[in-house]
């Protein structure tokens, strides 16, 4: 008998609340997504997903109506995790001078208040 086989009766099967709320736990997830970016991509992977998720059969539809109704929230308008625009290295190699400039200028001002 494997794990899931003897333990099927203690998860609930779609229970869309519990999947919503185990996405918003992924630390990864919650870095770049408010709770409600969060529910709405769930339901956009439920319906994307659907003929895989069987489980969730009955909350699919609900997720479609959910979807058709709101505004979207954003979660489609990035490429990757990260939302911050993509630097080049010369832009990088500038960034780091300006803050070690500035940190050299409040290292001398220092200095000079001693």
């Given at each position: 008998m494997t794990?899931?086989?003897?333990?099927?009766?203690?998860?609930?099967?779609?229970?869309?609340t519990l999947l919503k709320q185990a996405m918003l736990h992924d630390p990864l997830t919650a870095a770049v997504?408010?709770?409600e970016e969060i529910w709405q991509m769930t339901d956009q992977?439920?319906?994307?997903?659907?003929?895989?998720?069987p489980q969730y059969k009955k909350q699919i539809a609900a997720a479609q109506k959910r979807l058709?109704?709101?505004?979207?929230l954003g979660t489609n308008?990035?490429?990757?995790?990260?939302?911050?625009?993509?630097k080049s290295v010369a832009q990088l190699r500038k960034e780091s001078a300006a803050i070690q400039?500035?940190?050299?200028?409040?290292?001398?001002?220092a200095k000079r208040k001693k």
């Open positions: 794990f899931a086989a003897s333990n099927a009766d203690r998860f609930p099967q779609g229970d869309v997504c408010n709770p992977m439920l319906v994307a997903q659907a003929q895989w998720l058709a109704g709101a505004k979207p308008k990035w490429k990757g995790a990260a939302r911050l625009k993509e400039n500035n940190f050299d200028a409040v290292k001398a001002s």
